[in-house]
């Protein structure tokens, strides 16, 4: 039986490796391919995979791809013209399109809660790649997937890890979450000199080929707090019983500790595929690639316990996940402005923890907050961090 797939997010890291994911299986389709304003790439992707339904945020850009379509359509390149929409409204309108089984979320950012919203409300399976969803509206998305019997898989490989360590034990009675962390670029950097990291050397992370600001998150640790978060949603437990652990050859990409003291962990190489597959093919196990892990190379796996003064992204998230309400919200948003600014080089790699937590310290809680309320608070954390700059 054919699969129909919808990527939100097509051009970025996790939207690429998808599709090559999807050039291994006959059995896939793509049938809703988005962009934020990559047109150069998505257009090459519509040569190949020929979607029906097409959405450039950007509406300029969306209406140049218009144009290059109609050409490559006369000039006989593609058999059929796909809907073309641009906006919010339409990546809403791509996450809930009819011809569609699963909708991978890769988008990056908050702009991912409503087109996921939209998703579920359309019955469709999520292969969850856009952290940020869960990490300020997990209370409104696990309840509506939960009512509209929609599966939710991880993409990330913490989440898909936990996910794999928890098939097959019928009462799942976890003791403990064990999240491991690469430790990002810095992990044996002293903490006095982060003030003087560059772009650049935050850019490159020892392990794994992820997008710009992904990469950053995880040389802050920021991106570890973000998972915290996620899983606190994903898996219904308290963040007091989810532990943080550095694995710095990402090897062990999570595990779980059960109440009889057993540990299952999780290992294969640091390969996104991996985790984007599984998501797409479960309850199947299918080739991805022949880097398969090799134990006898393995000289040791190293097990660290974070710095939480060094790393205080990582603790300023556990403590907005515990207090709750719309503190995550808030983590989220002044760390997404923060890393912005950053990689725009207009503040220093410091600043975007201070950042984080000054808008913290200057927020009220609000408990249960409606999408309405999350994207009012990102606003006023915008134009906040505008002003202390």
């Known amino acids: 039986m ?5 990527i939100l997010g097509s051009t970025g890291s996790i939207g690429t ?6 050039r291994l299986n006959d059995d896939m389709q793509v049938t809703v391919l988005t962009a934020y304003e990559n047109i150069n790439l998505i257009f ?5 995979f020929c979607p029906k ?3 450039i945020f950007d509406i300029i850009k969306a209406e140049e791809l218009k144009e290059r379509i109609k050409s490559a359509y006369t000039e006989g390149k593609i058999c059929y013209m796909p809907e073309i929409t641009s906006g919010l409204e339409g990546l809403e309108a791509a996450a809930s399109f009819d011809d569609s089984d699963i909708v991978v979320t890769a988008v990056v950012g908050m702009i991912g809660i409503r087109p996921t919203i939209a998703a579920i409300n359309a019955g469709k399976d999520i292969a969850l790649a856009n952290k940020e969803t869960l990490v300020c509206a997990g209370h409104i998305i696990m309840k509506l997937a939960k009512e509209k019997g929609v599966n939710i898989y991880p993409v ?4 898909s890890a936990i996910f794999q360590c928890l098939q097959g034990r019928a009462d799942n009675q976890i003791r403990k979450i064990l ?3 690469s430790g990002g670029p810095f992990l044996h950097t002293p903490k006095e000199e982060l003030k003087n990291v560059t772009l650049e050397s935050a850019l490159k992370h020892p392990n794994w080929a992820m997008g710009a600001k992904v990469t950053i998150d995880s040389s802050t640790m920021v991106n570890k707090g973000l998972e915290v978060c996620e899983a606190r949603w994903l898996f219904d437990i308290s963040p007091k019983d989810i532990e943080v652990v550095i694995q710095p050859q990402s090897i062990v990409h999570s595990a779980v500790e059960f109440e009889d003291g057993s540990v299952i962990a999780q290992m294969g190489v640091p390969d996104m595929k991996l985790p984007i597959s599984y998501a797409l093919t479960y309850p199947e196990r299918r080739f991805v690639s022949e880097d398969y892990l090799d134990l006898f190379k393995l000289s ?3 097990f660290i316990k974070p710095d939480l003064d060094k790393f205080k992204g990582l603790k300023l998230a556990f403590l907005s996940i515990t207090e709750g309400g719309s503190l995550p919200t ?3 948003a002044a760390n997404e402005v923060a890393v912005s600014l950053f990689i725009q080089k207009k503040i220093r790699y410091l600043d975007i923890v201070n950042i984080i937590e000054d808008s913290l310290n200057r927020h009220k809680k609000i408990d249960n907050p409606d999408v309405d309320t999350i994207e009012g608070i990102q606003q006023e954390i915008i134009e906040g961090v505008n002003i202390i700059k």
Request: charged fraction near 30%.
């Open 300 to 302: 040791k796996l190293d």
């Open 179 to 181: 999240l491991t962390a």
């Open 156 to 159: 990330d490989s913490e989440h």
């Open 44 to 48: 090459k992707q519509i040569l190949e």
């Open 53 to 55: 339904f097409v959405c």
């Open 2 to 6: 054919m699969k129909k797939i919808a």
């Open 17 to 22: 490796q998808t599709l090559d994911i999807i």
């Open 330 to 332: 808030v983590f989220n």
